[in-house]
């Protein structure tokens, strides 16, 4: 029985209501209940306990999740902490729904980035054992040598650690563009200024099988053939991905 239960700040992310330490504030001001009850921080339940929020009942089951593609301006915060940065994602966005990144691309970056509700999806995309690829186009500020492809693709000491072997091509004279399977912080800028490189423009182009197809500062859901796709990318991570609905967005067949 303990195999299948979760703690309830943990059921308050994978439910897309909050973050685990929205969800632990949420519990210490009593705005919680479990089976009618008020839980402690740490509190493990079933799937068969009742979970409100302010009286609201949750479920996983009838959960519509919201997946979105968006490609970022240069300027923006990838934080849902809009009570800090002004030029926060989810402000810009200004979906009717609570909904947060998966992963980051720092301020001066520009780029695909996903934003979902689903806090289950989160970990199996950004485990970078899950060795998930991510392209970008970048752009640095003096001609591109072939020792530093060389280096960039076999590993760069950076952040304590050696980055792990990647695909790095050639575009023009001072841009290239890398695939990742990992998210070290500022990975790539980091990894250019050890060569003694300076990149002027950095974009996000990939995620697994999701393309950046939008114009800057728009977003769309993601398509059921998307879905679908990244569903079968994510089978042996580790976790369990849901089983996408075919009548989830009939707009997107």
């Known amino acids: 029985m303990s195999e299948h ?14 973050s685990r330490r929205a969800a632990d504030k ?3 001001e009593g705005r919680v209940t479990v089976n009618g009850e008020f839980p402690e921080k740490g509190t493990k339940i079933s799937p068969e306990d009742t979970v409100a929020v302010d ?22 915060v990838c934080t849902t902490d809009t009570r800090v940065e002004k030029n926060n994602i989810i402000d810009y966005i200004g979906y009717h729904k609570r909904i947060f990144p998966i ?18 999806i989160v970990n199996k995309i950004l485990r970078a054992s899950n060795h998930h690829e991510k392209e970008y186009i970048v752009t640095v500020d003096k001609p591109i040598s072939q020792t530093f492809l060389d280096r960039m693709r076999n590993g760069i000491p950076i952040l304590d650690t050696v980055t792990r072997e990647c ?34 423009s950095l974009k ?26 990244l569903n079968s990318l ?5 976790k369990t991905v849901q089983t996408f609905s ?3 967005d009939k707009n997107n067949l």
């Not at 992963?103 to 289950?120: M, N, Q, V």
């Not at 050639?170 to 790539?188: A, P, V, Y």
């Not at 182009?205 to 879905?227: F, K, P, Q, S, W």
């Open 5 to 18: 239960l979760t703690r309830i700040n943990k059921y308050l992310s994978e439910v897309g209501y909050c």
């Open 55 to 76: 009286g609201t009942i949750l479920t996983k089951s009838n959960q519509q999740f919201v997946y979105l593609a968006f490609n970022k301006p240069v300027g923006i």
């Open 167 to 200: 695909k790095v091509e050639k575009i023009d004279k001072l841009t290239f563009k890398i695939i990742l399977t990992q998210g070290l912080n500022r990975q790539i800028r980091r990894m250019c200024e050890y060569l003694s490189y300076e990149v002027t």
């Open 234 to 238: 994510l089978e042996d991570s580790s």
């Open 103 to 120: 992963g980051r691309l720092d301020k001066p970056s520009e780029g695909l980035i996903l934003l979902t509700d689903d806090g289950d």
């Open 246 to 248: 075919k009548n989830r």
């Open 204 to 229: 996000r182009v990939r995620i697994m099988n999701i393309e950046l197809d939008l114009a800057v500062g728009h977003y769309r859901e993601l398509t059921l053939t998307e879905l679908n796709k």
């Open 26 to 28: 949420l519990i210490e």
